[in-house]
């Protein structure tokens, strides 16, 4: 049971309309689905991404509005490393996002930032073999654009046993003193462990909330009995509409899915129709009034940048 790296990396925000002016017009992500948290309909679910919607490049927040500044700490990923092409974009980023007052930190062949939120991203020069996962910016060239994850950093509770989960039953292959590879056929993706803070961790906006590794339907039901197999236990499968997932807790307190790549978000209609208008699952489209009642209005991102030529 081969995965393929990082699938998408979900996160919490308080304030969904500066999420999208953050993700999608100042990082220039392309917002590839509203639609709910299947497991409290009155939360926000926002997906932003590359062009296609490719797992890979899938960064997604749960909107709990008002939320408190969490804090992150053991059992939690702390950092979101992407992907760029080129020192010339590390430039053009550290402008991009100062001109934003955006605090920036050089460091060699990476550039440090945190969100509004203080979710913490650090952009490093890729020399991966996958293809980039790119978004159409009319601000961002191509060349200077973000491609997708590179890996995430993680405090673990339990540093042996997140080891041992990797490297025996993720298929994972050490790299460096602090990090393991998940590389399947299509793409790869790394999470590499810090010291954890003495500080608890505290889940709220700011804070990521699981990270998903992708899988195969067919692999789907192998995890499941796998995780039962050696004691860790899993959702079982879950049926997301589009995709499926399998959800577990690794030893060091980190929350994993695994993630098929299919259906996707085009099973509710065309690509050039992503993030328009709100998705639901067809399960509840029959409370799409009371649901959308009680979400933040959103503006559509790419309606505003034709409205502004």
């Known amino acids: 049971m081969q995965l393929q790296g990082l699938h998408h990396i979900t996160a919490i925000t308080g304030d969904a309309p500066r999420n999208v002016d953050f993700y999608a017009r100042l990082l220039g992500l392309r917002l590839t689905a509203k639609t709910v948290n299947q497991d409290d309909t009155s939360v926000y679910h926002l997906f932003y991404g590359d062009e296609q919607a490719s797992p890979g490049a899938d960064i997604t927040f749960f909107e709990y509005p008002h939320a408190v500044p969490g804090r992150a700490g053991a059992g939690m990923v702390h950092r979101i490393v992407w992907r760029v092409a080129s020192e010339e974009a590390l430039d053009f980023w550290a402008a991009r996002l100062g001109a934003e007052d955006v605090a920036t930190e050089?460091?060699?062949?990476?550039?440090?930032?945190?969100?509004?939120?203080?979710?913490?991203?650090?952009l490093v020069v890729s020399t991966a073999p996958d293809a980039p996962l790119i978004a159409d910016h009319p601000d961002i060239p191509a060349a200077l654009a973000l491609q997708g994850f590179e890996g995430v950093r993680a405090?673990?509770?339990h540093q042996e046993g997140s080891d041992v989960v990797l490297e025996k039953l993720m298929g994972a292959v050490r790299r460096g003193e602090d990090a393991w590879e998940v590389r399947g056929d299509e793409r790869g993706g790394w999470i590499a462990f810090d010291e954890p803070p003495a500080e608890p961790a505290r889940q709220s906006a700011g804070t990521v909330h699981h990270v998903a590794w992708g899988t195969t339907d067919a692999d789907a039901p192998r995890w499941v009995r796998t995780l039962e197999e050696v004691g860790l236990g899993s959702s079982g499968i879950v049926d997301r509409h589009y995709f499926h997932s399998v959800y577990f807790r690794e030893p060091g307190g980190i929350l994993y899915e695994l993630a098929t790549d299919t259906p996707g978000f085009t099973v509710d209609g065309p690509v050039e129709e992503l993030g328009r208008r709100i998705i639901l699952p067809p399960w509840l489209e029959d409370r799409r009034p009371e649901i959308e009642a009680s979400l933040t209005p959103l503006p559509d991102p790419r309606a505003d940048r034709a409205a502004r030529g």
């Open 106 to 122: 050089r460091t060699g062949g990476s550039l440090r930032f945190a969100d509004f939120e203080g979710l913490s991203h650090e």
């Open 155 to 157: 405090y673990s509770g």
